[in-house]
């Protein structure tokens, strides 16, 4: 059984469209995550959620908005897709917010926008 | 702000050769250390955390990584590399409230 699973696990699509991302995890895991990992594998976090609250909120455009509906799922949606979207979107999830906690992470989404 | 620096973009090691992988940190306060490896096509995970206590953290894997405050730097370690070892391994820092800024990477290519 996957901890985390992300789908789609590869994403193709044109400039200008809107796709989401699903994310869901079977940890009980109270806190999630989504990063970006760009072409030069530079990971930086996007946004964090404890219970279902936005926690980080980084600066990332108002084009991405994430959902979640419980504490098991945390979605990105991506309106009006650029060139400059293209990444590697990761979900992660961990117990707790104290700072030595292990955020486990999914196998990565590949966003190809063209 | 915290910042993570891993300066070797790129190692090859012979298999069976020793293994160290640099990363340097700048934080103001006690950081908690963490390096995680991410193979081909997955997820990063977890090898070991440093948070507190001893300075020599035992990690999965047969991975072990050294803390030196004086240095600011967490090196990860490994006495044998395996053929398996070779992927992408990043070192972070949680400068709390979860905002873990991680390094660029320093990707590790084993030869016969």
């Known amino acids: 059984d996957t901890a985390v699973s992300q789908t789609p696990k590869y994403l193709v699509t044109q400039m200008g469209n809107d796709k989401s991302i699903k994310c869901e995890q079977n940890?009980?895991?109270?806190?999630m995550y989504w990063y970006k990992q760009d072409s030069k594998k530079f990971l930086k976090i996007m946004f964090s959620y404890n219970n279902k609250e936005l926690i980080i909120n980084e600066t990332v455009p108002n084009r991405f908005s994430p959902k979640s509906p419980d504490k098991a799922h945390l979605n990105l949606h991506i309106n009006s897709l650029e060139l400059g979207d293209s990444a590697v979107y990761f979900c992660?999830?961990?117990?707790?917010?104290?700072?030595?906690?292990?955020?486990?992470f999914g196998q990565g989404t590949r966003l190809t926008v063209v | 702000a915290q910042s993570v620096t891993q300066p070797d973009i790129h190692i090859t090691v012979s298999e069976g050769a020793s293994l160290e992988l640099r990363c340097n940190y700048s934080?103001?306060?006690?950081?908690?250390l963490f390096w995680y490896v991410q193979s081909p096509g997955q997820g990063l995970q977890l090898l070991l955390k440093?948070?507190?206590?001893?300075?020599l953290v035992q990690g999965i894997k047969g991975f072990e990584a050294e803390f030196k405050r004086s240095q600011s730097s967490f090196n990860l370690r490994k006495p044998s590399v395996h053929w398996s070892d070779a992927a992408e391994y990043f070192c972070?820092?949680?400068?709390?409230?979860?905002?873990?800024?991680f390094g660029t990477g320093t990707k590790l290519q084993v030869i016969p």
């Open positions: 934080y103001g306060a006690t950081p908690y």
């Open positions: 440093y948070f507190s206590g001893d300075t």
């Open positions: 972070a820092v949680d400068g709390g409230y979860q905002k873990v800024t």
């Open positions: 940890l009980g895991h109270d806190t």
């Open positions: 992660a999830s961990s117990q707790g917010r104290s700072r030595n906690t292990e955020a486990f």
